[in-house]
C-alpha cells in the first residue's frame, strides 16, 4: 500500500526552469530506485531520469546536461531539476518508485504518480 503524491508541474517558457518532486508514503520495506518518465501526445511513454537507493543515476539522452535527479531517503522524496527547458519537453511526467515489501524485502512491486502535467510554451 504506496500512495506517489507529484507536485510542481506547469507552465513555464523556453529556456526556463522547473522543479518536481514526489514523495512515497504508506507500508513499505524499503525503496529501491525512483524515477520520471514522461508521456507526450500521441507519443509512448518514455525514461527520463531514475535513480537508485544508492545514489546511482540513469538519464535520457535527451535531457543529459539539463535535468538533474536527486532523492531524500528520509524523506522518500524524489526530485527533478528541469533547466533550459524546450518545447519538446512538453509532457505529462510521472514518478514511479520500485518499493520492496513489507512482508518480504525481496519481493517488490512498481508504484506510478497519477501524473503532472509540464508545458513550456512562449
Known amino acids: 500500500q504506496v500512495q506517489l503524491v507529484e507536485s510542481g508541474g506547469g507552465l513555464v517558457q523556453p529556456r526556463g526552469s522547473l522543479g518536481l518532486s514526489c514523495a512515497a508514503s504508506?507500508?513499505?520495506?524499503?525503496?529501491?530506485?525512483m524515477g520520471w518518465y514522461r508521456q507526450a501526445p500521441g507519443k509512448q511513454r518514455e525514461l527520463v531520469a531514475t535513480?537508485?537507493?544508492?545514489?546511482?543515476?540513469n538519464y535520457a539522452d535527451s535531457v543529459k546536461g539539463r535535468f538533474t535527479i536527486s532523492r531524500d531517503n528520509t524523506k522518500n522524496t524524489v526530485y527533478l531539476q528541469m533547466n533550459s527547458l524546450k518545447p519538446e519537453d512538453t509532457a505529462v511526467y510521472y514518478c514511479?518508485?520500485?518499493?520492496?515489501?513489507?512482508?518480504?524485502?525481496?519481493?517488490?512491486?512498481?508504484?506510478w504518480g497519477q501524473g503532472t502535467q509540464v508545458t513550456v510554451s512562449s
Open positions: 514511479n518508485a520500485v518499493i520492496s515489501r513489507r512482508t518480504d524485502r525481496f519481493h517488490i512491486d512498481d508504484y
Open positions: 504508506g507500508s513499505f520495506f524499503g525503496i529501491a530506485a
Open positions: 535513480i537508485t537507493s544508492g545514489g546511482s543515476t
